[in-house]
């Protein structure tokens, strides 16, 4: 009975056997979309192997300007010396402006001092004469009794009108 038994079971594992061997070959035939080996999928390797070929051979053969490929490699470096460029132009133009006022300023005083310490007979005709805006700078430019004098060689009218607006 064993024998019986054995028998049976070693036909049907080589019968097993001999199926997956037949299935194993059979399979590029059965289901020719989905071919992982064989000869089949050698083909397909080989195609997709002269695809790549080809498309590398049309990349060499495209001709490449020298200059282009060194101003790209370089243009990330050129558009930054630009931004700091306009950078310290918009510092400079900055400076210059503040270097301009300072200077402006220190002529004011200048001419405040010369004005304001002339007596006050020649004073008044000459600062009666003046737009209320350039006595408001000459009221602000000025030490405390250069004011005094400003504001005593004025018309009352004029005076009050030039304290109202510095005040404000």
Same mark, same amino acid.
């Given at each position: ?5 054995? $028998? ?12 997956? #061997? ?5 399979? !590029? ?6 071919? !992982?080996?064989?000869?089949?999928? *050698?083909? #397909? #390797? $080989?195609?997709?192997?002269?695809? =790549? ?10 001709? #490449?300007?020298?200059l282009t490929v060194m101003?790209? +490699?370089?243009? &990330? +470096? ?5 931004? =700091? ?22 002529? *004011?005083? %200048? @001419? ?9 007979? @020649? =004073?008044? !005709?000459? =600062?009666?004469?003046?737009? %209320? %805006?350039?006595?408001? $700078?000459?009221?602000?430019? &000025? ?8 504001? &005593?060689?004025?018309? !009352?009218? $004029? ?10």
């Amino acid at each position: 009975m064993i024998k019986k038994i054995l $028998k049976y079971t070693a036909a049907f594992i080589a019968s097993f056997l001999i199926l997956i #061997v037949a299935a194993y070959f059979a399979y !590029p035939y059965i289901n020719e979309d989905d071919i !992982p080996e064989g000869e089949m999928g *050698m083909d #397909v #390797v $080989k195609q997709l192997r002269e695809e =790549v070929e080809a498309e590398e051979a049309a990349q060499d053969s495209i001709e #490449v300007d020298p200059l282009t490929v060194m101003e790209n +490699k370089y243009q &990330g +470096k050129i558009d930054s010396l630009y931004v =700091v460029m306009e950078e310290m132009e918009a510092h400079y133009k900055e400076e210059l402006a503040d270097k301009k006022e300072v200077e402006l300023s220190k002529d *004011m005083e %200048d @001419v405040t001092r010369a004005l304001l310490n002339l007596d006050e007979r @020649v =004073v008044a !005709p000459i =600062v009666n004469q003046l737009e %209320d %805006d350039q006595l408001i $700078k000459l009221y602000r430019a &000025g030490s405390n009794m250069q004011r005094e004098r400003l504001l &005593g060689s004025l018309d !009352p009218d $004029k005076a009050s009108n030039i304290l109202r607006q510095v005040i404000l």
